[in-house]
Each structure stands twice: as C-alpha cells, then as structure tokens.
C-alpha cells in the first residue's frame, strides 16, 4: 500500500503545481529556467562531465539534451508565518540512450522555519561545498532525486530565541527507490525498497560572527522486502522500526545502512571566508571504535567576499581543496567471533545488487563509481554496484572571472585499488578534469552561453574527452 501511494503522487503533484502556478504567474517569487546542451565525446561521457549534475547527464557519450523547469520559491522577505513553494523540472535527452524523466517534482510548505515537503527535489546532504565539491560522502549531488516525504528545517534555527549564539538544522524523510534485484535469499526481486533519512547539525557562533562552528551527522537506509527475502523475515512496520533505530536482526541491521559524522569550522575575514570540514564514514559499527576513522571527505575552501564595482582583470573568487581516503574500511578481517566487523566495502550489499546507488548513479560521493564505468576488463560480478571504493583522491575546485568571463575548475587524481574482496593486480591512476567557460548575453543576465571541456586520463576509466556546448535562460518572472 506504501509504495502504490506513493506512486501516485506525481498526477496529483503535477495537477496542483500547475493550478499554482496559473495563478500567481505574476508573483516575483516565481523562478523559470531553460537550458540546451550538445556534447561531443571520442568515448563515453568523461567524469567530471556526467557526475554531480543530479543525474541529468548520460554516461553514454555524445548526446543533446535540454531541460526546463519552474519553480515557486519562498520570498525570504515576507513575514508571513506560512508561505509556501513548489517546482517541476523536466530533462529530455537525445543520443545512445535516449529518455526522459522528472528531476523536480515537488510541492512545500512552511510553518516559520519548520517544512514538509512531498515529491522529489534537488539536494545534497553535508558540511561541505556545494558547487565545487567532489561530492558529499552519504548524499551528493550526484544522483537522480527520488519521491520522498521530509520534514525539516531548511536553514539553521536559533534554539535560545533573543540569543544569537546555539542554532541547529534538521530533516527527517522517507522515500520511495522502487523495484530492487537481490543476490541474497528466497527470491531474485522485490517489489519496493525505501530508502529512510534522518540528519541533525549544530551551528555555534554569531549570525554575523567571525568564527562559525559546525557538527552533526545524517543517517540513511535502503530497506525493504524482508519478510520476502528472509525465512521468518520481519514484517513491514517491524522492520522500518529496526531500520530507524539502526537495530540488529539475526546478528545483522536490517537494510543498508550509510552515514557520517560532519565536523567544520568557518572563518568570515574582511576579504575571504575561510571554510574547513571534515565528513567521517559509518557504516556498520566501524566508527564506534575508530577502527575506520582514517576514511572519509576533508575539505579546504577559500572563498572573496563580494565587493562592489566592475572587475576588469582577473579576480580568483573561490579555491577548494579535498582530500578523499577509503582505503582503512576498518581493515581486512570480518569474524562474528572475534566481533571484527572489518571490510566494509563501501557503497556495496551483500542483499541490495545496487547497493549505495539509485538509477544506475552513487547516491554519494561518485569517486565511488559504478562497474559500468570503469574498464569492462576490470568489471566482475554483476551483483556488486562498485569493484572500486578503496581509493585515495585529490581534489582541486576553482572559479575564476575575468572581465564577462566566469570560469569553474575541477580536478581529481586518485590512486585506486578496488575493493578488500578483490584487490586490483595493481595499483591503478585516474586523473579527470573539467573546464567550463560562462558568459552573459544580456544586460539583465537572464541568457548564457558555456562552454566546456572535459577529460579522464587513466587506468580507471576508458580514456576519454568531450566538448560541451550550451545556452541556458534564466529568471524571475514579475
């Protein structure tokens, strides 16, 4: 009954956002975007080209695409206590493998601070960049957003009202992955799996204070199907109560479970902000006695603070750097007896074939890529999502302007060794970059041209590059 509800919630979500947005088309709340992309690539889509962008981006090489979508957003300077917001896009793509499909779908509404939101929505999960990022480690901006119910709150809420010091910022939410194979069990397929998320973050220091601290931790699990996978399996509700409290059936936790422990700190200069994070992994206890602390996302970024006046030379706006280690995975040994839970084997499940994934994409960092990705001569088993998730990476992210001119760097080199179960016979290298120019064609910068330039050089993926061209429209209609 769960997933045939939530199924349904696309006619009616469609049906609502356009008797909306037929009335308050003249609202300035109301935000509209077009855009139109042509790639041409001697090989599949390369990295830096095709991740990170919501899923919207195919794999398969040479393509056109385009994309519109429309959206209602909360006017952050009316005081009403409710308001609400709304969104739909929509992304057509021409090529190898031709689709198409709904990224946004969404309608919100707002009590103060606090939202419920139904449908599905563009999001990242994390203290980290959000543009120039390799990616948030446990939800990124990588994959296609599915159908979900959340509550949150969307910005950082003062717990002491009148004392601007303690803030914390929440989400709670289920949703809908659909159909799932398995390779552990009575049967092949299941119906519906879910996938369950919980986060909480504490911000400490001023609204406008110069040094902003920052911890707290998300919480995820695919679940679902267990009284079909599993003799004597636990019935629906039972099982999303073990799923919630991360309690264990059978000398295991029921669903596939992924998170992290966030920490960072912010320093706002007189010139430059300065952000620095750290994103641990958990998975199945190996944190609790750091025998994995090593792995995870750290991060550095320096990022000018507006200033007024026109530009003419060449100002370097933001410079990110990450480091990316997976390689510990809380060691090489897994014995029930010893109670050694090592192996983790990120982003893999030894029920779920997709493991860490949703439509074929990382529902995390992408470094963890899919087999299907990498080499066929590296791929095995079709039941594993990923053969990599031992790696070592450097990241470096950039924008730069010049005169009109804005241009987005991003690079990585990663040292890769597949997987505890079964290492690569050697160590192998991977670099890929991207390089985007941007420019605007009108005074009111609603109309832009890009262009872009990707490359994988390596022994990880087919050695590839691409050349992307595009015009995106874009803004408030009034």
Known sequence: MYGAWMRKYFFVLLTCIACILK???QDSTFFYSATVLGTASTSQTPFWLANNQYGAIPTAGSFLTGRASFHRVYNINNPRFFQWAAGAEVV???GKRSDVFMTDLFLAGKAGPVELSIGQRKEMTGLADSSLTSGSFALSQNYRPYPKIQLSTP??????PGIDFLYFKFSYSDGLLGPARVHYGNVFQVDDIYMHHKSLYFRLGKRRGKLNLYAGFNHQTIWGGEDKIFTGGLKRSKAYEYVIFGKSWRSSRVGNHFGTIDVA?????????????RQSIYEDGSLSNLS?????????????RSRPGTISGVSVNTVLFEFIYTKNQG?????YRTATFGMDDYFNHYVYNQGWSYKGRSLGSPLIAPQTTVREELRTSSSQFTINNRIIAY???AEVSWQKLNFSFKGTHSVNFGTYRKPFSETLQQTSFILRAERSMSAQNKDHLTL???ADVGKLYPNSAALMLGWRKSGFIR
């Open 23 to 25: 009335t308050y088309a």
């Open 92 to 94: 057509g793509i021409a």
């Open 155 to 160: 910005n950082f809420v003062n717990i002491l």
């Open 265 to 277: 700190a912010e320093w706002r200069g007189s010139k430059w902000d300065i952000f620095l994070y």
């Open 292 to 304: 994995n602390v090593a792995d995870g996302l750290s991060g550095l970024r320096f990022k000018k």
């Open 331 to 335: 060691g090489a040994i897994f014995d």
């Open 395 to 397: 990241h470096l992210g």
């Open 452 to 454: 872009s330039l990707a």
